[in-house]
């Protein structure tokens, strides 16, 4: 007799790896039926097994989606997905597209691994290309996108990777990452090998040359090279930190505009006092810019405008201006929340209880963030902490600190996604800049503690089997000096958050 659950689990498997093989493309275009619905990114998508259904999520500003996969055809530049919803009452069709690149510039990528090749004998004294492919490699858990070289160095043999610039910031983002683990399987077959060349696009390798500064694969180096395709040359570029270059990130940091900088105002307060009794102890209110969202269990239902003292309630693409007339409505849809987002609903293929997986995560992590360390203080779990480099903003998942005074940067994900580590190291590097410059307890976090000047603490947190295969050889290249922790919590963590692995990765 046919083992049918295992064909089922090997399906689903099938169907989750072409939709995060086409994640590491970067941005794409979102359809239904062939109707746009929005431009997302890979940070706003999840794709959960749940009683062996495969759900997609994607989310963006005041929307969200679900549905179930049951199959899947994929090319570089489209992902088309056969979905059902609705409790499988309707059948859709949804797509990830992008835009193909023009007659005029397209080039395949096995074209330009052949013309790195050539442009690095050109320019790289005494450096001979044997072998460049541009080919996706399950096995290595490596995609198309990117380039790989094996060189000679009188005799030696070396490792490179390259990325085209043609490919979206986030792919050439990862080429760090696909580099390491290019890196250790030429190491199975050389055991002499010991240096990693990435050559990135000319002007947008800032990302990876920060990460260097602390990523030091054990027993190799790494050289970084910007290629300027259009002039054929090749530069090499050193490892450095954003903040010691940018003369101007002194002056970001001081009229950066925090989460607890200024009081609300009585009638903003007023009016979210007026929505969180309709769910007492459940709505969360995080302030953002002139907004304050409102959320249960992770989920944003409503927003409050702090400069018109008004109203927006809705999820997905329907929102709607509070009033008299449709209270009645916001009260249903509070109480809808309230009911199917729980960890023991019947409704659980529903957008209500699959969208924002990591946000509801991440407010139960809050409520006691001991549960992933004792040694963490109770009194702080700070959510969506803004944090600079130069002129970019972006938010970290929890800010905690030890009874001690010493920072925890906390990264979640309730998915696999190959870029985990270095998204919280990302997050590690500005926290511990601003660390440095006194700027959290400037403005007015952690009171009453005192925080030490030991680097912070970066724990990596996730379902114990949603962890990607490469999470660790990744992880194990980062620097001692980031202490990463790898935290496996249970599958079923929305009933409660338990601990079942913690250990340290580098």
Same mark, same amino acid.
């Given at each position: 007799?046919?083992?049918?659950?295992?064909?089922?689990?090997?399906?689903?498997?099938?169907?989750?790896?072409?939709?995060?093989?086409?994640?590491?493309?970067?941005?794409?275009?979102?359809?239904?039926? %062939?109707?746009?619905?929005?431009?997302?990114?890979?940070?706003?998508?999840?794709?959960?097994?749940?009683?062996?259904?495969?759900?997609?999520? =994607?989310?963006?500003?005041?929307?969200?989606?679900?549905?179930?996969?049951?199959? =899947? %055809?994929?090319?570089?530049?489209?992902?088309?997905?056969? =979905?059902?919803?609705?409790?499988?009452?309707?059948? =859709?069709?949804?797509?990830?597209?992008?835009?193909?690149?023009?007659?005029?510039?397209?080039?395949?990528?096995?074209?330009?691994?052949?013309?790195?090749?050539?442009?690095?004998?050109?320019?790289?004294?005494?450096?001979?290309?044997?072998?460049?492919?541009?080919?996706?490699?399950?096995?290595?858990?490596?995609?198309?996108?990117?380039?790989?070289?094996?060189?000679?160095?009188?005799?030696?043999?070396?490792?490179?990777?390259?990325?085209?610039?043609?490919?979206?910031?986030?792919?050439? %983002?990862?080429?760090?990452?696909?580099?390491?683990?290019?890196?250790?399987?030429?190491?199975?077959?050389?055991?002499?090998?010991?240096?990693?060349?990435?050559?990135?696009?000319?002007?947008?390798?800032?990302?990876?040359?920060?990460?260097?500064?602390?990523?030091?694969?054990?027993?190799?180096?790494?050289?970084?090279?910007?290629?300027?395709?259009?002039?054929?040359?090749?530069?090499?570029?050193?490892?450095?930190?954003?903040?010691?270059?940018?003369?101007?990130?002194?002056?970001?940091?001081?009229?950066?505009?925090?989460?607890?900088?200024? $009081?609300?105002?009585?009638?903003?307060?007023?009016?979210?006092?007026?929505?969180?009794?309709?769910?007492?102890?459940?709505?969360?209110?995080?302030?953002?810019?002139?907004?304050?969202? !409102?959320?249960?269990?992770?989920?944003?239902?409503?927003?409050?405008?702090?400069?018109?003292?008004?109203?927006?309630?809705?999820?997905?693409?329907?929102?709607?201006? !509070?009033? %008299?007339?449709?209270?009645?409505?916001?009260?249903?849809?509070?109480?809808?929340?309230?009911?199917?987002?729980?960890?023991?609903?019947?409704?659980?293929?529903?957008?209500?209880?699959?969208?924002?997986?990591? $946000?509801?995560?991440?407010?139960?992590?809050?409520?006691?963030?001991?549960?992933?360390?004792?040694?963490?203080?109770?009194?702080?779990?700070?959510?969506?902490?803004?944090?600079?480099?130069?002129?970019?903003?972006?938010?970290?998942?929890?800010?905690?600190?030890?009874?001690?005074?010493?920072?925890?940067?906390?990264?979640?994900?309730?998915?696999?996604?190959?870029?985990?580590?270095?998204?919280?190291?990302?997050?590690?590097?500005?926290?511990?800049?601003?660390?440095?410059?006194?700027?959290?307890?400037?403005?007015?976090?952690?009171?009453?503690?005192?925080?030490?000047?030991?680097?912070?603490?970066?724990?990596?947190?996730?379902?114990?089997?949603?962890?990607?295969?490469?999470?660790?050889?990744? $992880?194990?290249?980062?620097?001692?000096?980031?202490?990463?922790?790898?935290?496996?919590?249970?599958?079923?963590?929305?009933?409660?958050?338990?601990?079942?692995?913690?250990?340290?990765?580098?």
């Amino acid at each position: 007799m046919a083992d049918h659950s295992t064909n089922l689990t090997e399906d689903i498997g099938r169907l989750r790896y072409e939709l995060e093989l086409f994640l590491l493309g970067g941005e794409f275009d979102l359809y239904e039926d %062939d109707r746009f619905i929005a431009a997302s990114e890979p940070d706003r998508i999840e794709a959960e097994v749940s009683y062996n259904k495969l759900i997609f999520s =994607c989310w963006g500003e005041g929307w969200s989606r679900s549905w179930r996969v049951t199959g =899947c %055809d994929a090319t570089p530049e489209r992902l088309r997905l056969e =979905c059902t919803k609705q409790m499988g009452r309707t059948r =859709c069709t949804v797509e990830l597209r992008r835009a193909p690149e023009g007659a005029e510039t397209f080039r395949s990528r096995s074209e330009f691994a052949a013309e790195l090749a050539t442009l690095i004998e050109a320019n790289l004294a005494g450096f001979r290309v044997e072998h460049a492919i541009a080919a996706r490699d399950d096995r290595l858990h490596i995609s198309g996108t990117h380039a790989r070289l094996t060189l000679k160095l009188r005799g030696r043999v070396i490792a490179g990777i390259g990325v085209s610039s043609l490919e979206s910031q986030a792919t050439i %983002d990862h080429t760090l990452a696909a580099g390491i683990l290019w890196l250790d399987a030429l190491s199975r077959k050389h055991k002499s090998i010991d240096r990693l060349l990435i050559f990135a696009p000319r002007g947008r390798a800032i990302t990876i040359a920060t990460r260097m500064t602390v990523v030091h694969p054990p027993g190799a180096s790494i050289s970084l090279y910007e290629v300027d395709e259009e002039k054929k040359l090749i530069e090499p570029v050193a490892a450095f930190d954003q903040g010691d270059v940018a003369d101007h990130l002194s002056r970001a940091a001081v009229r950066a505009l925090w989460a607890r900088d200024k $009081a609300l105002p009585i009638k903003v307060s007023e009016l979210i006092g007026s929505i969180a009794r309709l769910a007492p102890g459940l709505v969360e209110a995080h302030i953002r810019g002139n907004r304050v969202k !409102l959320s249960i269990r992770g989920l944003e239902f409503a927003r409050v405008s702090t400069n018109r003292q008004t109203i927006e309630f809705g999820i997905d693409e329907s929102k709607k201006k !509070l009033n %008299d007339a449709n209270r009645r409505e916001l009260e249903e849809l509070v109480s809808e929340i309230v009911s199917r987002r729980r960890a023991d609903s019947t409704h659980r293929n529903e957008t209500v209880f699959r969208a924002r997986s990591e $946000a509801w995560l991440e407010s139960l992590i809050r409520r006691d963030v001991t549960v992933l360390d004792p040694a963490l203080d109770p009194r702080f779990a700070y959510s969506q902490v803004p944090a600079y480099r130069g002129e970019q903003r972006t938010f970290i998942d929890l800010l905690a600190a030890t009874r001690y005074g010493r920072l925890a940067v906390i990264e979640l994900k309730a998915a696999e996604d190959a870029e985990f580590p270095f998204q919280g190291l990302d997050y590690w590097l500005r926290v511990e800049w601003h660390l440095a410059r006194g700027d959290f307890q400037r403005r007015g976090y952690f009171r009453g503690l005192r925080l030490t000047d030991s680097p912070p603490l970066l724990y990596l947190v996730a379902p114990l089997f949603r962890f990607h295969a490469t999470t660790k050889l990744i $992880a194990s290249s980062v620097s001692d000096r980031v202490p990463v922790y790898r935290i496996g919590i249970n599958e079923d963590w929305r009933a409660g958050v338990r601990v079942l692995l913690s250990e340290r990765l580098n």
